[in-house]
T-cell receptor, first 113, second 115 residues
Framework: QQQVKQSPQSLIVQKGGISIINCAYE??????FPWYQQFPGKGPALLIA?????SEKKEGRFTISFNKSAKQFSLHIMDSQPGDSATYFC????????????FGQGTELSVKP | NAGVTQTPKFQVLKTGQSMTLQCAQD?????MSWYRQDPGMGLRLIHY???????DQGEVPNGYNVSRSTTEDFPLRLLSAAPSQTSVYFC??????????????FGPGTRLLVL
């Protein structure tokens, strides 16, 4: 079964700090790597996604870095805020299942004031 | 638009009971799916559908049935509930499968406790 390995499982960051979450994937049919954000009691929602024509994508304080040769990608949250406290999931399209998304295990981020 | 709606929000079942988790979307999305979320396990795909009348199994389909008679609705049935099915269930939809590149819209979830 294809896997996406996400780390760390939990992360505590001080307000204003940088949060970094890493994901490693196996072969994929398509180079498209989204991150979903989930607040307590809510469903996940798309936060940011990267396609293979760039190695980095930035949207506000959120940046995805992509290393195709290492099959790794990461989410950086700059100037982390308490409102960023949530669970973050990385995902990758499956290689042999029509491109259905395979999700990582999730990272629970807590930003302390 | 209401987006993706799920009912009930919370349910307690006894082992062996059956129930249906409801999911509906009003975005005319072709692709719908069911996930379960467990601590440390992420989101695991149970079943999915690429259109009305077409369903297929995901990663963890055992103990669950689905059907897709309309574009809007995609119910998930637990035939004989087991404590291992205690979880949070999310329904999601997207315009198409498109190799996973379409944004998936998730419902608010159903918390299920099987005693």
């Amino acid at each position: 079964q294809q896997q996406v390995k996400q780390s760390p499982q939990s992360l505590i960051v001080q307000k204003g700090g940088i949060s970094i979450i890493n994901c490693a994937y196996e072969n994929t049919a398509f180079d498209y790597f989204p991150w979903y954000q989930q607040f307590p009691g809510k469903g996940p929602a798309l936060l940011i996604a990267i396609r293979p024509d760039v190695s980095e994508k930035k949207e506000g304080r959120f940046t995805i870095s992509f290393n195709k040769s290492a099959k790794q990608f990461s989410l950086h949250i700059m100037d982390s805020q308490p409102g960023d406290s949530a669970t973050y999931f990385c995902a990758a399209p499956s290689f042999n299942q029509g491109g259905k998304l395979i999700f990582g295990q999730g990272t629970e981020l807590s930003v302390k004031p | 638009n209401a987006g993706v709606t799920q009912t009930p929000k919370f349910q307690v079942l006894k082992t062996g009971q059956s129930m249906t988790l409801q999911c509906a979307q009003d975005m005319n999305h072709e692709y719908m799916s069911w996930y379960r979320q467990d601590p440390g396990m992420g989101l695991r795909l149970i079943h999915y559908s690429v259109g009305a009348g077409i369903t297929d199994q995901g990663e963890v389909p055992n103990g669950y049935n689905v059907s897709r008679s309309t574009t809007e609705d995609f119910p998930l049935r637990l035939l004989s509930a087991a404590p291992s099915q205690t979880s949070v269930y999310f329904c999601a939809s997207s315009y198409s499968l498109a190799g996973g590149r379409e944004t998936q819209y998730f419902g608010p979830g159903t918390r299920l406790l099987v005693l």
